[in-house]
């Protein structure tokens, strides 16, 4: 069974561009959720989908979006980049959305805003 | 507030000695605690969960974790460490919604 699948793995942008990362979910898992890794936040809660349906969002500004379509499949689009938004970004996918449920994590984009 | 906290950045210890890392959860968040590994340029690998039953839970490769309530802590704990054990270890807590409440991290090195 594959992985969680995020794409791109590397991304470079400039201040001012917007970027869209992916994250495929495990085969019949339905429940995304995206965080954002910085060395000075840590591990933090950018949002979460379930059924095409964002169900929680973390605090983060309005630039940082996404959404899921009809095959669980992820999306998350940051807007007018700033360079702290560099960081990696990892995807978890769930089989539902409850806490109880094992999540499992994709390698994550490594973004750079420069 | 919700939150989980890891008490040790960086710890340091010799190949084929015990370690311990040390996570404390607020009483608030967490039914559930996980821990978590990321070796570099990686994602988050699942060692182990507490979800209820029995205090001690035991993971993948060794690891071993005790949950106790009255001192809201959920240390982890490897017997004897190897030079692969060197990476980042996260402890989480999930409550009855989805999202995880990470710890800061503690940078383990095995030292040969």
């Known amino acids: 069974k594959a992985g969680v699948t995020q794409t791109p793995r590397y991304l470079i942008k400039t201040r001012g561009q917007q970027v869209t990362l992916s994250c495929s979910p495990i085969?019949?898992?339905?429940?995304v959720s995206w965080y954002q890794q910085t060395p000075g936040q840590g591990l933090q809660f950018l949002f979460e989908?379930?059924?095409?349906?964002?169900?929680n969002k973390g605090n983060f500004p309005g630039r940082f979006s996404g959404r899921q379509f009809s095959n669980s499949r992820s999306e998350m689009n940051v807007s007018t980049l700033e360079l702290g938004d560099s960081a990696l970004y990892l995807c978890?996918?769930?089989?539902?959305?409850?806490?109880?449920?094992?999540?499992?994590f994709g390698q994550g984009t490594r973004l750079t805003v420069v | 507030a919700q939150s989980v906290t890891q008490l040790d950045s960086q710890v340091p210890v010799f190949e084929e000695a015990p370690v311990e890392l040390r996570c404390n959860y607020s009483?608030?968040?967490?039914?559930?605690l996980f821990w978590y590994v990321q070796y570099p340029n990686q994602g988050l690998q699942l060692l182990l969960k507490?979800?209820?039953?029995?205090?001690l839970v035991k993971g993948i490769n060794g690891f071993e974790a005790e949950f106790n309530k009255s001192q809201t802590s959920f240390h982890l704990r490897k017997p004897s460490v190897h030079i692969s054990d060197t990476a980042e270890y996260f402890c989480?807590?999930?409550?009855?919604?989805?999202?995880?409440?990470f710890g800061t991290g503690t940078s383990l090195t095995v030292i040969p």
């Open positions: 507490y979800l209820s039953g029995s205090t």
């Open positions: 085969s019949g898992h339905r429940s």
């Open positions: 989908y379930f059924s095409e349906t964002q169900r």
């Open positions: 989480a807590g999930r409550n009855t919604g989805n999202q995880f409440y």
């Open positions: 009483s608030s968040v967490s039914v559930y």
């Open positions: 978890a996918s769930s089989p539902v959305p409850e806490a109880r449920a094992e999540a499992f």
